[in-house]
């Protein structure tokens, strides 16, 4: 439930300089929300939960800070609902490429525009992790966002190269449809190494095609 004026006032961190109280019981102008929250996941992948701050969201998305506090009382709120709108430019199961190969799907599914974006959702990811624990929820969010989408995807091909008797029905596809997602979070949170096209193919030809019965290319 969003908050009503009177609740935000209560809530204002102390942070927050005195003249604003009077503007956070104005109207709220729903029409900023994306604005804000893609800049609000702009700023903390580049400097984490930690050094995130209300300022620096709304110099990125050009609003005022009593316009982002009257929406969300908290930075916590602020990114759950900002990292559970990501979701919603994820690509439908329907857009899923069909070569009529495993690798060529899995291959067809890098491009650089989602490579670029992959990498992004991974370094929000890195973001969040200092705060799970304070909000458990976020990491609900975070999977259902970042995680569970390209998983999806994954299963959704193996899914399909099963049906056309390409590999073996007893292939683990449950577990191969998360290595990517995991070695890509393990490449980006631990080795805090950029993810390319090289390093997504490996993955393909090294790990998921023999483990499926196929053989590398």
């Keep these: 439930?969003?908050?009503?004026?009177?609740?935000?006032?209560?809530?204002?961190?102390?942070?927050?300089?005195?003249?604003?109280?009077?503007?956070?019981?104005?109207?709220?102008?729903?029409?900023?929300?994306?604005?804000?929250?893609?800049?609000?996941?702009?700023?903390?992948?580049?400097?984490?939960?930690?050094?995130?701050?209300?300022?620096?969201?709304?110099?990125?998305?050009?609003?005022?800070?009593?316009?982002?506090?009257?929406?969300?009382p908290s930075k916590a709120e602020l990114i759950i609902d900002a990292v559970s709108c990501m979701r919603k430019n994820n690509l439908p199961t329907s857009e899923l490429p069909d070569t009529g190969t495993l690798r060529g799907d899995l291959i067809a599914m890098i491009k650089p525009q989602s490579i670029k974006e992959g990498d992004r959702k991974f370094q929000i990811m890195a973001g969040v992790l200092a705060m799970i624990s304070q909000a458990p929820e976020l990491a609900d969010a975070a999977n259902t966002a970042?995680?569970?989408?390209?998983?999806?995807?994954?299963?959704?091909?193996?899914?399909?190269?099963?049906?056309?008797?390409?590999?073996?029905?007893?292939?683990?596809?449950?577990?191969?449809?998360?290595?990517?997602?995991?070695?890509?979070?393990?490449?980006?949170?631990i080795l805090r190494t950029p993810i390319n096209r090289e390093f997504l193919v490996s993955l393909i030809d090294g790990i998921i095609l023999p483990a499926v019965g196929l053989p590398h290319p």
């Design 1 to 72: 439930m969003n908050p009503t004026p009177s609740s935000v006032s209560e809530n204002i961190p102390a942070d927050v300089p005195a003249e604003l109280h009077a503007k956070l019981g104005r109207k709220r102008d729903l029409t900023r929300d994306p604005e804000i929250l893609e800049a609000a996941l702009d700023v903390l992948a580049e400097t984490g939960y930690d050094g995130m701050t209300i300022d620096m969201v709304a110099s990125r998305a050009k609003a005022g800070k009593a316009t982002i506090y009257r929406r969300w």
């Design 146 to 189: 970042i995680v569970a989408p390209r998983a999806q995807a994954n299963l959704l091909l193996m899914q399909r190269a099963i049906d056309r008797g390409e590999i073996s029905a007893k292939s683990d596809i449950q577990t191969l449809s998360l290595v990517t997602p995991a070695m890509i979070a393990h490449r980006i949170l």
